[in-house]
């Protein structure tokens, strides 16, 4: 075994007429290395993806003993961390003579702010946008912000989408498939040679689509819970249901958008407000007219707002709001009957399970699926090739039929509900 190299054994040290190696007990991985001019200096030893490495650490004696096994320690850690230094080097030099020549620079963070710029705000819908945004400055650029794209390897992202699936599995997922999309878009644009997730990477979590439905007593307890709660977030949730029109949508309508007055009461949403991009038609049944109605008029032009000057927000709060009446109105009518209260439980629901009840509901009074999508501004698939490109009929009747009918459903199922009104549970 190697003994522990010391300032005495180093400057003891004579050169040959072959270059030596000497290592140092100290700190397994280190030696020094003598020239046969007499020249001395520090090298570490390592693998790195299953190959033999070697990385120059410095001259002596501009690096002692101490400032060896430290710079030498660091370089060590970063192997285990699955870093090669040696590269790190390279691309440290490459970073220098960048800025000194004027090169866009290739550090991640500023590579990540020419994708948004050049791919994400170009490709993507403004809330898609705003996620992956979120993902990047709170995930990525901390973790790799000042290091050269180059320096990335597969073992780094793995890393990191191992670090995000111990805390958010789900947005571990959505980390790993950001990563692609921009690793990708490196190669696409000559930023890199090859993307180092080319090899998959599996997804942490397991995720599947929820197709739940709220029941016809959740539809009743829903209800009692948007009377308790009141404009905007009750008014909101009833909207939904009834409408069956994306969150979004009701949420930053304006009331200039909707035509009240006569039998033809419409919804306009303009395509820029919609997510394809389409101008919807959204009939307007009796029962939804006494929604809106019920919501105080403001200064503002909106129909739902929580300041008076921007749209109703805080759909989480909200949301947990209306679950937990829902629920000690589920336990009081269980209560009612006799039964143990703290038996009843209600599934975990969304704001958008109520646009696909509203869609199943629909359905199950026998509305045929393409009316179904017509309402929700939704193509499934049920209309084709060259009939899909040239239809233009909005089903605005259909729609009408549908929707009233749906809404006549929901007024029947909480016709009781009004009570909850002025009784809390």
């Given at each position: 075994?190697?003994?522990?190299?010391?300032?005495?054994?180093?400057?003891?040290?004579?050169?040959?007429?072959?270059?030596?190696?000497?290592?140092?007990?100290?700190?397994?991985?280190?030696y020094?290395?003598?020239?046969?001019?007499?020249?001395?200096?520090?090298?570490?030893?390592?693998?790195f993806?299953?190959?033999?490495?070697?990385?120059?650490?410095?001259?002596y004696?501009?690096?002692?003993?101490?400032?060896?096994?430290?710079?030498?320690?660091?370089?060590?850690?970063?192997?285990?961390?699955?870093?090669?230094?040696?590269?790190?080097?390279?691309?440290?030099?490459?970073?220098?003579?960048?800025?000194?020549?004027?090169?866009?620079?290739?550090?991640?963070?500023?590579?990540?702010?020419?994708?948004?710029?050049?791919?994400?705000?170009?490709?993507?819908?403004?809330s898609?946008?705003?996620?992956?945004?979120?993902i990047?400055?709170?995930?990525?650029?901390?973790?790799?912000?000042?290091?050269?794209?180059?320096?990335?390897?597969?073992?780094?992202?793995?890393?990191?989408?191992d670090?995000?699936?111990?805390?958010?599995?789900?947005m571990a997922?959505?980390?790993?498939?950001?990563?692609?999309?921009?690793?990708?878009?490196c190669?696409?644009?000559?930023?890199?040679?090859a993307?180092?997730?080319?090899?998959?990477?599996?997804?942490?979590?397991?995720?599947?689509?929820?197709?739940?439905?709220?029941?016809?007593?959740?539809?009743?307890?829903?209800?009692?819970?948007?009377n308790k709660?009141?404009?905007?977030?009750?008014?909101?949730?009833?909207?939904?249901?009834l409408?069956?029109?994306?969150?979004?949508?009701?949420?930053?309508?304006?009331?200039?958008?909707?035509?009240l007055?006569?039998?033809?009461?419409?919804?306009?949403?303009?395509?820029?407000?919609?997510?394809?991009?389409?101008?919807?038609?959204?009939?307007?049944?009796?029962?939804?007219?006494?929604?809106?109605?019920?919501?105080?008029?403001t200064?503002?032009?909106?129909?739902?707002?929580?300041?008076?000057?921007?749209?109703?927000?805080?759909?989480?709060?909200?949301?947990?709001?209306?679950?937990?009446?829902?629920?000690?109105?589920?336990r009081?009518?269980?209560?009612?009957?006799?039964?143990?209260?703290?038996?009843?439980?209600?599934e975990?629901?969304?704001?958008?399970d109520?646009?696909?009840?509203?869609?199943?509901?629909?359905?199950?009074?026998?509305?045929?699926?393409?009316?179904?999508?017509?309402?929700?501004?939704?193509?499934?698939?049920?209309?084709?090739?060259?009939?899909?490109?040239?239809?233009?009929?909005?089903?605005?009747?259909e729609?009408?039929?549908?929707?009233?009918?749906?809404a006549?459903?929901v007024?029947?199922?909480?016709a009781?509900?009004?009570?909850?009104?002025?009784?809390?549970?």
């Open positions: 075994m190697a003994k522990a190299l010391t300032v005495k054994a180093i400057e003891a040290l004579k050169p040959q007429n072959v270059r030596q190696e000497i290592p140092d007990g100290g700190l397994s991985g280190l020094i290395i003598v020239q046969p001019s007499g020249a001395l200096s520090w090298a570490i030893r390592y693998r993806d299953g190959r033999p490495k070697k990385f120059t650490v410095g001259a004696p501009a690096y002692g003993l101490a400032q060896a096994r430290e710079a030498a320690s660091k370089a060590l850690r970063e192997v285990s961390e699955g870093r090669d230094p040696a590269t790190e080097k390279v691309l440290r030099r490459a970073i220098q003579k960048e800025a000194e020549e004027g090169a866009a620079s290739k550090l991640v963070k500023d590579v990540l702010d020419d994708f948004v710029k050049r791919h994400v705000e170009v490709k993507n819908r403004p898609t946008i705003n996620e992956n945004k979120r990047i400055e709170a995930y990525i650029k901390p973790k790799w912000g000042n290091r050269h794209i180059a320096s990335i390897t597969r073992a780094d992202a793995s890393k990191l989408i670090d995000v699936a111990a805390r958010a599995p789900v997922n959505r980390v790993l498939a950001l990563l692609r999309k921009f690793f990708n878009w190669v696409d644009r000559d930023i890199l040679d993307s180092p997730m080319s090899k998959r990477i599996q997804p942490p979590a397991q995720e599947t689509s929820r197709d739940h439905i709220l029941t016809d007593d959740e539809i009743r307890w829903l209800w009692k819970a948007c709660q009141g404009p905007p977030f009750g008014s909101l949730v009833k909207l939904l249901l409408t069956a029109q994306r969150r979004n949508e009701v949420a930053k309508a304006n009331r200039k958008e909707f035509s007055a006569g039998n033809d009461q419409l919804w306009t949403i303009p395509k820029h407000r919609a997510k394809n991009k389409k101008e919807h038609f959204v009939p307007l049944s009796s029962f939804v007219i006494e929604v809106i109605e019920e919501v105080p008029e200064e503002s032009a909106l129909l739902l707002t929580t300041t008076g000057t921007t749209p109703i927000s805080g759909f989480s709060k909200g949301k947990t709001l209306i679950a937990t009446d829902m629920l000690a109105f589920a009081q009518e269980a209560e009612e009957r006799g039964q143990d209260p703290a038996g009843v439980a209600i975990r629901w969304t704001l958008h109520l646009r696909r009840t509203a869609a199943s509901g629909m359905a199950r009074l026998g509305t045929p699926v393409h009316v179904v999508d017509a309402a929700l501004n939704h193509r499934s698939g049920a209309i084709k090739g060259v009939s899909r490109i040239y239809n233009r009929y909005e089903y605005l009747e729609k009408r039929e549908a929707l009233i009918a749906w006549d459903h007024k029947q199922l909480t009781a509900a009004a009570v909850g009104r002025t009784s809390a549970p």
